[in-house]
């Protein structure tokens, strides 16, 4: 059984830093890409950032480029979204995803999904 636990959420002043973690179980994701979304309430699931696997390719939405990065350990099998220069339009509540083969930033790709952790940034 497929698992994503997401950790690291919480309460930080506009300009702070968070690192999110998601620790991934129950499969080998060697081949897998995974992904960070977020959905603030009344908007729609949207996409933030991507990491395969294989060869650490990045991805990430503009709004975040130069602000975000992304990790991953594989011998922790654990994939992190350092975040920097938080801005209160960045709240939201971040979800993890895995998806087989490449990365896509269309939310509906992504077969596995964490339970989310919210993030509040205050102005």
């Known amino acids: 059984q497929v698992q994503l636990v997401e950790s690291g959420g919480g309460l930080v002043q506009a300009g702070g830093s968070l690192r999110l973690s998601c620790a991934a179980s129950g499969r080998t994701f060697s081949n897998y890409a995974m992904g960070w979304f977020r959905q603030a309430p009344g908007k729609e699931r949207e996409f933030v950032a991507a990491?395969?696997?294989?060869?650490?390719?990045?991805y990430f939405t503009n709004s975040v480029k130069g602000r975000f990065t992304i990790s991953g350990d594989n011998a922790k099998n654990t994939v992190y979204l350092q975040m920097n220069s938080l801005k209160p339009e960045d709240t939201a509540v971040y979800y993890c995803a895995g998806k087989p083969g490449s990365y896509s930033n269309y939310f509906g790709e992504y077969n596995y999904w964490g339970q989310g952790t919210q993030v509040t940034v205050s102005s």
């Open positions: 990491i395969s696997w294989n060869g650490g390719n990045t």
